[in-house]
């Protein structure tokens, strides 16, 4: 199935996981686009806020798109802002904290377990 639309016109969800403050999830592309290998996300997190610290089996892939934070990856912090990519390979602890003044908006892909 084609999809071609603007990504605000993809709703909004709060993160609800604990340990989540502040961050809301779009699912741009996801199997209900009939994508059945890869999901495309877009991350927005308000000032102050954070993702959940975690690991999981599977690699994320990370744009920048908007403002600055840190990601914590295994231990370290590591400061990031638009423009920037990062890969986080499979089971490493990792969360994004925005630490701007503006919202931090990221693309997350990651691809489905079988």
């Not at 806020?49 to 912090?77: A, C, M, Q, Y």
């Not at 990519?85 to 969360?95: A, L, R, T």
Request: aromatic letters at 14%.
């Amino acid at each position: 199935m084609f999809k071609a639309v603007h990504y605000t016109e993809v709703p909004a969800e709060d993160v609800k996981e604990d340990d989540a403050r502040g961050v809301q999830i779009r699912w741009l592309i996801s199997r209900r686009d009939g994508a059945e290998n890869f999901a495309m996300r877009c991350f927005e997190i308000k000032p102050g806020g954070h993702t959940p610290r975690h690991s999981h089996d599977w690699e994320h892939e990370v744009f920048i798109l908007k403002g600055e934070g840190i990601v914590f990856h295994n231990g370290k912090r590591h400061y990031v802002r638009s423009g920037y990519v990062i890969f986080i390979p499979p089971g490493d602890e990792h969360y994004f904290e925005n630490t701007g003044k503006d919202k931090m908006i990221f693309l997350c892909l990651i691809p489905y377990r079988k």
